[in-house]
């Protein structure tokens, strides 16, 4: 089974400190992805990653930078993390692109900035 | 970038009624895949479609594909407490990474 994992579950932050958020997968995916969920407003992307060291922004990309150092490692990070980014964040994995490659999510991590 | 567009936002439903949700897009979907998320959870693929007019069955629910490739259709007969969540489908590719805000299925008992 593929897995995804995020290292945080539940974290709260201070107004202005740096959160990162990590993600691993196991199966040597090459897709990487990191969303946002707030109610009312589904899967947001944010960024995502097609291979190392490689980013493309997505829907949502301000406020937030990403990092792909290792192909089965994608971070997701705040510099200076603001209360509109508390949330709940998703990583996710697929295969390299062709059509209808299937997307793996991980747990979730919910970030309260206060 | 294309968004797939989902209705209706919230359902709630008697036990043992069915329910439907549907995806729209303004242009031709490569292919459609549909995701549940249970409450507290995290998105799960449910199935694929990629042909024209492709209809799949999975128990007691129908996934169908529209014969011009615009829409699609979540069908569930006979609601359980178990079908409660989310359901969001997307099309998934090259620059077609958008999820719809989801349709949220809550089962009365």
């Known amino acids: 089974d593929v897995k995804v994992t995020q290292s945080s579950r539940y974290l709260v932050k201070r107004t202005g400190e740096k959160v990162f958020l990590e993600c691993v997968q196991d199966?040597?995916?090459?897709?990487m992805f990191w969303y946002r969920q707030d109610p009312g407003l589904g899967l947001r992307l944010i960024y995502f990653s097609y291979d190392v060291k490689m980013k493309e922004k997505g829907d949502i990309p301000e406020g937030y930078s990403v990092s792909r150092e290792k192909k089965e490692r994608f971070s997701l990070i705040l510099e200076s993390a603001s209360t509109n980014q508390t949330s709940m964040y998703l990583c996710?994995?697929?295969?390299?692109?062709?059509?209808?490659?299937?997307?793996?999510f991980g747990e979730g991590s919910w970030l309260t900035v206060v | 970038g294309q968004q797939v567009m989902q209705i209706p936002q919230y359902q709630h439903v008697q036990e043992g009624e069915d329910f439907t949700t549907y995806c729209n897009s303004s242009?031709?979907?490569?292919?459609i895949q549909w995701y549940k998320q249970r409450p507290g959870g995290h998105p799960v693929f449910l199935i694929q479609?990629?042909?024209?007019?492709e209809v799949k069955k999975q128990k007691r629910l129908t996934f169908q594909f529209g014969e011009a490739k615009k829409n699609s259709s979540l069908h569930i007969t006979a609601t359980q407490t178990t079908d409660v969540g989310t359901y969001f489908c997307?099309?998934?590719?090259?620059?077609?990474?958008?999820f719809g805000t989801g349709t949220r299925l809550t089962v009365i008992p």
């Open positions: 199966m040597d995916h090459e897709n």
């Open positions: 479609l990629v042909k024209s007019g």
């Open positions: 242009t031709t979907l490569s292919n």
């Open positions: 996710a994995s697929s295969r390299a692109w062709f059509t209808g490659n299937t997307i793996y």
């Open positions: 997307t099309q998934t590719g090259a620059n077609n990474l958008f």
